[in-house]
């Protein structure tokens, strides 16, 4: 085998310290802020979106619930009506999640009465 004279040897390499190598410049640390600001940007061209529909909604018409009756903007009573879908959404999901923590810590009090 023949040593090419612009290489290091073996030995050499595993003498020497290694060397720090960086991250590649294409990844980037995410931070919190960062995060937060990106979901204020969304969230503010949802509500640009929002307002835009509920301008361009604007006929009149008659809505219906539980019995009563009235008239409201049609961009306004969709808007409410996904307000109350997201409200049900919350209210079952807040169900689930109490759930679950309760079965967690009933589970870890069997786990604390078991070892004892």
């Given at each position: 085998m023949v040593d090419n004279p612009g290489r290091a040897s073996d030995s050499d390499a595993?003498?020497?310290k290694p060397t720090r190598r960086l991250p590649?410049?294409?990844?980037?640390?995410t931070t919190r802020a960062g995060v937060i600001w990106t979901?204020?940007?969304?969230?503010?061209v949802v509500l640009i979106f929002l307002v835009i529909f509920m301008m361009q909604n604007q006929a009149q018409a008659t809505v219906y619930?539980?019995?009563?009756?009235?008239?409201m903007a049609l961009g306004v009573s969709m808007l409410l009506a996904a307000v109350?879908?997201?409200v049900v959404v919350a209210i079952v999901a807040a169900v689930r999640i109490i759930q679950l923590r309760?079965?967690?810590?009933?589970?870890?009090?069997r786990a604390d009465h078991g070892e004892k």
């Open positions: 595993t003498s020497k590649p410049k294409s990844v980037r640390a979901f204020t940007i969304v969230a503010i619930f539980l019995g009563l009756q009235g008239q109350g879908g997201a309760s079965r967690g810590s009933a589970t870890a009090k």
